[in-house]
Every structure is written in C-alpha cells, then in structure tokens.
C-alpha cells in the first residue's frame, strides 16, 4: 500500500485515462447480462395438457374432434376446472359407451400454450420437461448455478495467478463457444454439461471484469462505477425478452447471445480497452510490465511521466525506486488466508451475508407468486428490485458506510422474513406483497453490497479468489431453490425457516466486520488485516489510510487520498 499510491497519483491519479477505461468497462456488462438473464427463458413452463389419444376412447366417442375430443379424453381438476397437466381419462375397455373410471398418464406428448416467455420453442418444449420429467428443468437449473459457482472459485484463482486480463479474454472465448455450442445441442444431456461449463466461462467474465474495473477505481469512485455496472447488466437482462420475441427460437436466441460474448472480443480482447491491472502488477511485483501501462496512462491523462515537481517525483523516479533491487514477481493462493488473523474472517461473513441473501430471495418471491406464476411478472419484478436496490446503495453506500448499509439490509431481509413466517395467513394480500417487495429488495441489496463489500477488504494478491468464493456463496444459496423444486417444494417450508434463522445470525456477524468506505485498496494479506475497525470521524477520512501508510506518507497532503 505504500508503494502503490504515489506511484498512481505519479501516473496521472484518477485522470482521463483510468476513467474512459472505467466507463467502457460498462458496456461488456449488457452482453453479459444477456447471458446471465437467459436462464429463466429456457426454463419456463408454459400451460400444457396431454394431447387427446382417439384410440383409449371407447368406439363411440372415437369420432369426436377439436373440444368435443378434448373434453372426452382429458379431465379437468381443481375449482377452476383446469385442463390436467399429465393424465388422461380412462375408459372400462369391453364397454362400447362407458363413461372414465380412473386416470393415467400421457400417451401422445403433450399441447403447450406458445409463446411461452416470447419462445415458440424453447428445451422444455422439445424434450417434453414436464411431468414424469419435470424434475429435469431444475435439475438445469441447478447445474448452470453450479457452473457459475465453480467458474467463481477456479477463474477467481486464475485472476490471482495469470492476471485479470488474460482470465477475461479467456473466459469470452470459452463463453463464445460453449454458447454456440448450447445452440447445437442435439440432447439434453449435452445441453446440461454445455449449460454448467458455459455459467463457468461468464463467471469468470463477470469476475475479472468487476475486479479489474474496481481496481480501476479510486475510494470517492469505486461505489459509482461499481454500480454503474450493475445497472448496464440489468439493461441487457431487460433486453433479453425482446430478443426473445424477434428469435422465437431457442437454439437462435442462444446463438445470438453467443455472438453478443463474442463482439466483446473485438474490442476488449486487446489491451487498449481491457489493459491488465496495475494495481495487481504491482502487488505482484511485475514492475517492468506495471509501468509500461501507468506510462501510457500518464500521457492519456496529460501528465508528463519524466517531469517531478516540488511535492512529488515524477513517475520514471517511483518506478526506478520501486525496480532497486530488481524484485521477483510472486503470486499467492487463497489458502494463504488462513495465515491471516481478521482478513478469513471478514470473507467469511460476508460469504455468509451472500448465501443468506441468494437463499432467501425465493423465500419472498414464492409470496409474491403463490401458484404458478407467468414469465414477464416475475422477471420484470426481479429485474426492477435490482435496479432500485443499486440505486439505494449508490445513494446510500457512501453516506452511511458499507457496514450500516449491509446491517440495515439484513435487518430488513430477516425482519421481513420473520412476519411472513409467522403472520402471513393472518395478514391482509396487500400486507404480504408489501413485505415481500421489501424483503426481496433488501435480499439483493445486502447480495450486491457483500460483493462490493468483499472486493474492498481482500488484498490485491488474493481479490479474485476471495471475491470469488463470496460469490460462490451467493450461488449455493440460489441453487437451494431449484434444489427444492426436484422434490416437488416438499422442503421448501423448511428452507424458509433455515434461511430467516441465518439472516438472523448473518445481523450479529456483520457488526464484527470493519468499515471500507474511503479507504485504499488492501494491497497485501498485511494490509487487510490492518482493515480492523471503521473511521469514527466522518469528517475526517484521511484517517481511514493511516493504519495502512508508513509514517513518512502520513504527514503528505491529502492528496494520497487520490488513489486506491
């Protein structure tokens, strides 16, 4: 940490630079988020009943046609005489006008209601996931939440190791072709392997993306474009259904998407746009390579690299004091995090506050949909709370700090959770959809704010790896719904009851992490463990840096503030 700041204020600081890379970086989240929002198209079940089969119906009603046939062959079920889903009548066989005895299953595959979700065909429709095969869909689910958790805590290390541009250019390739791949599936098996490896690739996409642009970022404008980000990637998940209705066709909605990921390679796959990060270059001590890209950012930014002035030295000064000695460069492993004496502890609180809040989303959602819900309420409603979330937290985050943020959102989440678990047949429609609304919203905002969260308070060296395992969390806690769904919602009272009871204990931890709110990025495992408690004088944050700066850079000027 004492060596990265003057370094970058040597560089230009937060100049034109860092911020037009900052900015473009926004613009891979729309094709991202195309990707990520494509899930709940491919899996959505529309109405369905079997297709009438004349040769189960006695001789006299074989004749029949169009809702004459229908109503002979399928039964109706429930107050609303519903059309069944799965069965059909069944006749005593030696009587010519018998009148239906009993049920039994589909014969002849089923009718569905088309479009559904905007697709005419989609892998629930030409595999027939429904029925004695309906546990298949979240079975899918399931395995492309997998893949995004593996592709978190594998390409996490990766970004640690190799670096956040390589994993990024690597991840896109990968995401390009597993999704073409996705739309030449000629089983569903194929399309389960391809659908958990393709999570994988967007993970670490996603990942590095959202540490290299974090890293970016000084204190004053880490939080903006953090969640300027977020805001892109659900513009591209609002866009999907649109694609929808003009594909109509899942395999090209999938190969659109594709092409999407693969567009991205012409811009950010070279260095101009998606440089490596110098924050991690470093931290890593690849000198020679970390100041051929603050150069370059120096003279975008009008500063003149071999010019020192009375206050600071030029940035071909700090470089040669940082080279004296010629440093290896040297990697480190997330292991390493149990050699630390607070930094495992912070990551695993905030692992916990991301799982508690992936799990429990479901929770309030099933409130909101009690019976089996239509696409477009859902996922508008969904995509709508995560814009409002991030706008609460862009107003928010650097107000109140991190920590009061993310305690007020799990307080809500658990609060919320709470009345519905033991007030909701009591309580008035409204009331429900209101607490639910509430809950859903303070679930996302306390998931995005653990991952702002953790990217702030891991050290440079290990941020990938960290980050990604937090997210991981947040992914096991998602997979805990489709996981529910395979036994038929038997469990889900008791994921309910599970999830409010750690969002109780996910309250008592957070007031155990420290506040990160105008700080400098952690650059060693030393340094984060520094991150020990939050800065009492709001008016006063250049304290926030003084457990991390050696004496000699205490008594500069606030510009050392200027960086992360």
């Excluded at 107050?79 to 018998?98: D, G, N, V």
Aim: glycine share 10%; hydrophobic share 50%; aromatic share 8%.
């Amino acid at each position: 940490m004492e060596f990265e700041v003057p370094v970058l204020r040597a560089a230009g600081g937060f100049g034109r630079a860092r911020r037009l890379l900052a900015a473009a970086s926004w613009l891979p989240c729309v094709a991202l988020g195309l990707a990520l929002g494509s899930e709940p198209l491919l899996t959505a079940l529309p109405a369905h009943h079997c297709r009438p089969d004349p040769t189960l119906l006695p001789p006299a009603l074989r004749a029949l046609s169009g809702p004459a046939l229908l109503d002979a062959s399928v039964p109706r079920l429930g107050p609303a005489r519903a059309w069944s889903s799965c069965l059909l009548l069944r006749y005593p066989e030696p009587t010519p006008r018998a009148r239906p005895n009993g049920t039994r299953s589909c014969t002849r595959g089923w009718h569905y209601a088309l479009p559904a979700a905007g697709l005419l065909r989609s892998p629930v429709t030409q595999w027939n996931l429904v029925c004695e095969d309906g546990w298949k869909v979240p079975l899918e689910q399931t395995s492309h939440l997998l893949g995004w958790l593996l592709g978190c805590v594998i390409l996490g290390m990766g970004c640690d190791r190799f670096g956040r541009q390589i994993v990024f250019v690597a991840s896109l390739v990968l995401a390009t072709g597993l999704g073409a791949g996705e739309a030449l599936a000629a089983s569903f098996p194929a399309l389960l392997v391809l659908r958990l490896l393709h999570g994988g690739a967007l993970a670490g996409a996603s990942l590095s993306l959202y540490v290299a642009r974090l890293e970016l970022c000084d204190p004053p404008h880490r939080l903006t474009f953090s969640m300027g980000a977020s805001l892109f990637s659900v513009a591209g998940t609002l866009l999907l259904p649109g694609l929808a209705l003009l594909a109509q066709d899942w395999r090209l909605l999938q190969g659109l998407s594709a092409l999407a990921t693969g567009l991205l390679l012409l811009f950010w796959g070279f260095p101009t746009l998606f440089p490596e990060s110098p924050c991690w270059l470093l931290a890593t001590g690849q000198l020679a390579q970390a100041g051929k890209i603050l150069w370059h950012f120096a003279e975008a930014s009008g500063v003149d690299p071999e010019n020192s002035s009375e206050d600071e030295n030029s940035l071909a000064a700090e470089l040669d004091v940082l080279s004296a000695g010629s440093p290896q460069p040297q990697h480190y492993w997330v292991l390493e995090l149990w050699h630390t004496r607070i930094t495992w502890r912070n990551g695993l609180i905030l692992g916990f506050s991301s799982l508690v809040g992936g799990g429990i989303r479901a929770s309030f959602l099933q409130r909101l949909v009690p019976r089996e819900p239509a696409f477009y309420g859902p996922y508008f409603l969904g995509a709508g709370l995560e814009v409002a979330a991030t706008i609460f937290l862009l107003l928010t985050a650097d107000r109140w700090g991190r920590r009061l943020v993310l305690l007020l959102g799990t307080l809500v989440m658990g609060l919320m959770s709470l009345l519905l678990l033991s007030g909701a047949q009591y309580l008035p429609g409204w009331t429900v959809l209101s607490l639910s609304v509430l809950g859903l919203l303070a679930s996302q905002a306390v998931s995005t704010l653990s991952s702002l969260f953790a990217a702030e308070i891991f050290p440079t060296v290990i941020r990938g790896a960290g980050l990604g395992l937090v997210l991981a969390a947040g992914f096991l806690g998602q997979a805990a719904t489709p996981l529910a769904d395979m036994h038929g919602r038997r469990g889900f009272f008791l994921q309910h009851v599970v999830f409010a009871s750690f969002a109780i204990l996910a309250l008592l931890c957070v007031l155990l992490l420290p506040e990160s709110r105008g700080r400098g990025l952690p650059q060693s495992l030393q340094d984060a463990d520094r991150l020990r408690r939050s800065p009492l004088l709001r008016g006063r944050p250049r304290q926030d840096l003084l457990p991390l700066l050696p004496p000699s850079h205490c008594r500069s000027q606030p510009l050392l503030l200027q960086e992360g």
